[in-house]
């Protein structure tokens, strides 16, 4: 679906402006490129440090044991020098927050690697930045055709296509966070870990919010104290995860006595 859009995007722009809109969507597409190229070499600062087995064994086994079931290779693994619990991945690479280590048991924490894990297997630390700079890629088309296009129904068209696509781009990652925790739950020894590890978690979502990194997948929703469902969430709720979590849990259960 998010295809379509944007290719009926790019195609209101063309025809509409012709030449011009071929530089527009080339121009875009190309500083959008250099943008993420420049970002995915500063993924990492001077708070990340690279997990060895030497420092915490039972972390580094368990996540290459995870890794191995889940049909990819070792990830890479980095404790980020910061005091809020936070988790995300990129490429293939985990980031855990020492935070996480003040707040949650072992088990917990695996969990949390395990849906880090399901994100890599998933794809989505490809799928995510993509999805995160074609919303720009969006906004630049309408704002030309808006800008230079004097046909009231092709701006509107163009504009709408960008509200479609940011309704769409919702919907598909709350659905690839859901998906992350199904693989997890497939990945642990103990799938009650990562139910027990957003419940914790839950309590520190209002530190939360000023940290997360939209563009890359994480274990964080963005929801706020109060509870307050905005629109622009890409997270589902702690909440919602749980009841999936406990759904899945008793379904497999279920089956497993049919059997």
Do not use: C
Not at 37 to 65: C, F, N, Q
Not at 189 to 203: G, H, I, N, Q, V
Not at 213 to 238: C, V, W
Request: hydrophobic letters at 45%; a negative charge; glycine letters at 6%.
């Amino acid at each position: 679906m998010l295809r379509l859009i944007i290719l009926a995007q790019i195609l209101i722009t063309v025809l509409y402006l012709g030449k011009f809109g071929l530089v527009v969507v080339f121009g875009s597409v190309s500083m959008l490129l250099l943008m993420y190229l420049w970002v995915t070499r500063h993924s990492l600062k001077r708070e990340h440090s690279k997990l060895e087995w030497e420092d915490m064994p039972w972390l580094y086994d368990g996540i290459a044991r995870m890794a191995n079931k889940a049909g990819i290779g070792m990830p890479y693994v980095y404790i980020l020098d910061d005091y809020i619990p936070n988790a995300y991945s990129f490429g293939n690479s985990i980031v855990l927050s020492l935070g996480l280590f003040e707040v949650l048991d072992r088990e917990q924490i695996l969990g949390v690697a395990a849906h880090e894990i399901g994100h890599i297997k998933n794809g989505d630390t490809v799928i995510f930045p993509i999805i995160a700079y074609g919303r720009y890629f969006m906004l630049f088309l309408a704002g030309a055709v808006s800008l230079v296009v004097h046909n009231t129904i092709a701006v509107l068209a163009s504009l709408g296509l960008y509200v479609l696509y940011e309704i769409e781009r919702l919907k598909f990652l709350k659905e690839r966070e859901f998906k992350a925790d199904e693989t997890a739950l497939y990945l642990l020894d103990r799938p009650f870990s990562l139910k027990e590890a957003l419940e914790e978690l839950k309590y520190y979502e209002d530190l939360r919010i000023n940290v997360r990194a939209s563009a890359l997948p994480g274990i964080e929703p963005n929801i706020e104290r109060k509870q307050k469902k905005s629109f622009m969430d890409t997270h589902p709720s702690y909440d919602e995860r749980i009841w999936r979590i406990l759904a899945e849990i008793e379904g497999a259960m279920f089956r497993d006595t049919l059997k």
